[in-house]
């Protein structure tokens, strides 16, 4: 099994930062591949960005040139990031982080989740 804790949410005023950090342990020789979702209320679960074994990066449309998402594989526990910038009211969700295995460069939801991490950014 593969545990994934998020820490790094809160609320922030609009235009402000905030990094996310979801720190994985466990059996983390059964992922490769890292990830976020966010949800908001009264919507649908949505991909906010990845990162694969190929250290290829993924973003929503609606969060590219704001957040970055970046991994450290020699840190114990293995860790990603989610730096976000220049954070909007639609921004706010609970933010959740993903772990699988992937090959290369392609990305797919793994079965591995966090509890979430509320970001709420206030207008």
């Known amino acids: 099994q593969v545990q994934l804790v998020e820490s790094g949410g809160g609320l922030v005023q609009a235009g402000g930062s905030l990094r996310l950090s979801c720190a994985a342990s466990?059996?983390?020789?059964?992922?490769?591949?890292m990830g976020w979702y966010r949800q908001a209320p009264g919507k649908q679960r949505e991909l906010v960005a990845a990162i694969t074994s190929g250290r290829t990066t993924n973003y929503a449309d609606s969060v590219k040139g704001r957040f970055t998402i970046s991994r450290d594989n020699a840190k114990n526990p293995m860790t990603v990031y989610l730096q976000m910038n220049s954070l909007k009211p639609d921004d706010t969700a609970v933010y959740y982080c993903n772990a699988g295995a992937s090959s290369g460069s392609t990305w797919s939801e793994g079965p591995f989740w966090g509890q979430g991490t509320q970001v709420t950014v206030s207008s």
């Open positions: 466990g059996s983390i020789f059964r992922i490769n591949a």
